[in-house]
Each structure stands twice: as C-alpha cells, then as structure tokens.
C-alpha cells in the first residue's frame, strides 16, 4: 500500500508544484517590487502570465533576444534584468573569503576529507573529478560539515549565501581530467572559486575567456554561460565552491526566488539536454538554431 500511495504522489508532484507555482503568481502579480523579476523564465516560460498577459504573450514567441549572451544558456531560470558576465570582478565575498584561506587550506590539508565523485560525472569525458560537499542544493550535510567545522563556519558568513539554491564544497580534479562545455542551470547566481591547491596546467573556461586558478585567490563565475575544465597538468587542483545569490538581485527579489524553488520542480540538466536532443530532431534547421539559445 505504501508503494502504491508514493508511485500516486510521484505522478501527482508534477501537476502539484504547477497548480501551487501559479497560485502564488497571481497572489504576487500587482507587486511593484516583483516586476522586473517577473519579467524572468522558469524552464522557457516567462513568468509574467497574470501581471501582464500580453507581455507574456510577446516574450513566449521571442526567442531570438533571450539571452544577452550567445554563450549563455541556462536550462532552468533566466532573469534578463541581471547583469551578465562570464567572470565576475572581485568582490567583498571574494576578498572576504581570501583573507580566509588559510583556515581552510589547513583544515582541508589536516582533515584530508573522503572525496566522493562528482554527481555530475556524466560530464567528466576523461579522467577524474571529486568532491566533497558540506552543502548540496540548500541542503545541509552534518556529517561532511563535522569533518570541516572551521570551513563551514567561514562559508555561511558569506553575504548572500542564505536562501540561493546552490552549493559548498570541495571540488578536486585531477590530471588529465576534462569536464566538458555546459551551463548550469540559472543565471540567478555568482559561483566563487577559492583555490585551495593551485594547478599550473589547469584550466576553466567561461564564455570565450580561458583563466586559470592562483594559490588563494578566487576566480568568480556565472555559470549561466557555457563553461568547461581542462587539466592537463602533474597534480590536482583543489578549490573551495560557495554559490551566493547574483548580486543585483534585491532582498525582495531573493525572498520571491527562494519561495519559488520550494514549490516549484526544477528540471535536471539531463532533462533539459533530453527536451534539446528532440527539438533538434524534429525541428527544421532555422528553427533549430532557435531551440539552441531557448
């Protein structure tokens, strides 16, 4: 019965997480402070169908003008209002969190924590990435963070941790490793590299633009834009990741996107590249360039 009762619910989250997303849309729709971040796609669909129906309208048949990068394609969320740029510049979180380095590179170094694979493997073609996550999608994990208390103690004073859907963790890649071009899944928030263990031959790409990571230092992407890894070097490169809300996102706007992402299903990325394999399939070539940049 109770295997039963969990396959019904299963079918049922679907039309579940709609029919709460667009209640709490309309309830929002006259609010002054939420219409530019209305003006935003969930999963390809603007947001605005009950605060301006004909704007809805407009933007669900523009595809073309989408995105203010052609590099830029996130699968789940896209605010158009946000500032874009594949490398972000440095930052009072990113100075805040290179005075603290040293904690954490002593921690990591004492520690030396089990490293699992990445749960994104699919995207490693050749060679190997590890983790080691003390947060996973805004969930926390209390076994990981006992192994690494100082580290999470300097992560979650970061200003705008609190509430993104996103990550802390440990990411090691090794030599002879490629992750291959992706995008994550919104352009709703900054992902700072701090590096913990530098790799002269390794390298990441965002945008058009290959940098590599310096000993304490930290690199800041927007991982809306097409990004990739290339480890070419004789020994691991080890950084710290913390995901932290955009930051022209406004306190309003953050509490809307967090209640957003408790009731509505993100799609996967295996899922979204799934929907793009069968537009590219049954869709004409000048419609396919389209599907690409939606």
């Known amino acids: 019965m109770k295997t039963v009762l969990k396959k019904v619910r299963t079918k049922l989250a679907p039309a579940v997480s709609f029919y709460r997303l667009t209640r709490y849309l309309f309830k929002v729709r006259h609010d002054a402070e939420l219409r530019s971040i209305l003006h935003s796609y969930l999963a390809g669909v603007p947001l605005c169908v009950f605060s301006e129906p004909w704007r809805w309208l ?6 073309r003008t989408r995105f203010q990068a052609a590099e830029q394609r996130p699968y789940a969320f896209y605010a158009p209002h946000l500032s874009a740029s594949s490398f972000g510049q440095p930052d ?19 520690v030396a924590p089990p490293e699992v694979s990445t749960p994104s493997r ?11 996550p003390l947060r996973r999608s805004s969930k926390l994990l209390e076994e990981n963070i006992a192994h690494c208390p100082q580290t999470w103690a300097v992560s979650k004073q970061c200003p705008l941790l609190q509430g993104v859907e996103g990550g802390v963790y440990f990411s090691i890649i090794y030599p002879d490793t490629h992750v291959r071009s992706h995008c994550g899944p919104s352009n709703l928030r900054y992902r700072y590299h701090l590096t ?3 790799a002269e031959s390794a390298q990441i790409r965002s945008g058009q ?21 290339r480890h070419t070097g004789e020994k691991r490169r080890v950084v710290l990741i913390i995901d932290c809300w955009h930051p022209d996102l406004t306190e309003k706007e953050r509490e809307f996107l967090t209640h ?3 009731i509505w299903r993100k799609p996967t990325r295996s899922a979204a590249e799934k929907r793009l394999r069968n537009v590219r399939h049954q869709a004409p070539k000048k419609a396919v360039a389209n599907a690409v940049v939606d």
């Open 209 to 229: 633009e290959w940098r590599t990571w310096r000993q304490g230092k930290c690199l800041i992407l927007d991982d809306s834009f097409e990004h990739e890894v």
């Open 122 to 132: 699919a995207l490693v073609s050749e060679g190997v990435w590890n983790t080691f």
């Open 58 to 63: 407009r933007m669900l048949l523009t595809t």
């Open 92 to 110: 009072q979180i990113s100075e805040f969190l290179e005075k603290n380095v040293g904690v954490i590179r002593e921690e990591f170094d004492r």
């Open 260 to 262: 957003l992402h408790q």
């Open 196 to 198: 913990i263990e530098e």
